[in-house]
């Protein structure tokens, strides 16, 4: 049985995790304007797939996943012909009526996925043609979890928690091994533990809530106790709450 093709329409960072994740379940295609970064696309996934020139391609009746810059959408339609069957648009802050106003599809999805999508556990969230929302659902699952939310702002509200969330958390990794070597721990010793920590809490938290498990950890006067308290002085939750907001509204 042969796989379905999904064409790639842009070949950055985003376009590469999402096939390597989908590339044992689909037939692969990158449209993009160099031939040479064609080719460093084909070669991170390790497998032969089809590679286009962007100009004048046709998109009729493709399946098509857009991976292009948001800002470049109307310059790059004006190098498509066609109609495409479906257009999965993984562009944040770019909504469905923009698409449909530059390049035609029978129908639009907006999914927001992450970059772990290359180890197969991106969290992408989706919203639009609803007949659409078990292929989107497959496709989108074999690089993760998904899920389909009722309108275009909730996708705009949760890119800032699951799509640059990882750039946060990362953030609070650094930030953690930085105050283990500050108090005298090794490097290296300190990027162990680090990623112990999430490895463990990653799995904990799929099945309790974060305050429980916070409350298990911080006994009456103890090290957490004094930690935790540090944290709330120096407006810590308040920044992350204030991070979502922010980068919810520069999809606007």
């Known amino acids: 049985m042969s796989k379905q093709l999904l064409t790639f329409i842009g070949n950055g960072n985003m376009a590469r995790a999402l096939a390597i994740g989908l590339q044992e379940l689909f037939e692969i295609e990158v449209v993009g304007r160099s031939q040479e970064k064609m080719q460093k696309f084909e070669d991170a ?27 470049n959408v109307v ?6 012909v066609g109609e495409a069957e479906v257009m999965y648009s993984v562009l944040a802050g770019t909504s469905i009526e923009k698409l449909g106003a530059n390049i035609k599809a ?19 969230t989706l919203t639009g ?26 996708v705009d509200i949760a890119t800032g928690l699951n799509g640059s969330g990882p750039a946060f958390l990362a953030l609070v990794a650094e930030a953690l091994a ?15 533990l680090m990623r112990g920590l999430f490895d463990g809490f990653g799995t904990q938290i799929q099945n309790e809530h974060p305050a429980l498990l916070k409350d298990g950890v911080m006994s009456p006067g103890g090290t957490t106790s004094a930690g935790y308290k540090a944290l709330e002085d120096a407006g810590v939750r308040s920044a ?9 509204k520069r999809t606007l």
């Open 45 to 71: 996934l390790k497998n032969p797939i089809k590679k286009s020139l962007l100009k004048n391609f046709d998109i009729s009746g493709k399946t098509v996943i857009l991976c292009v810059k948001p800002a």
């Open 75 to 80: 310059a790059m339609s004006e190098l498509l």
């Open 106 to 124: 029978k129908s639009y999805v907006r999914a927001m996925p992450n970059l772990a999508a290359s180890v197969f556990k991106s969290m992408t």
């Open 129 to 154: 043609d609803e007949n659409y929302a078990e292929p989107a659902k497959e496709i989108f699952n074999a690089i993760g979890s998904t899920l389909w939310l009722s309108s275009e702002k909730e």
């Open 178 to 192: 930085d105050g283990a070597v500050n108090a005298g721990l090794k490097r290296a010793d300190a990027m162990v």
């Open 240 to 248: 992350f709450m204030n991070s979502i907001e922010a980068a919810y």
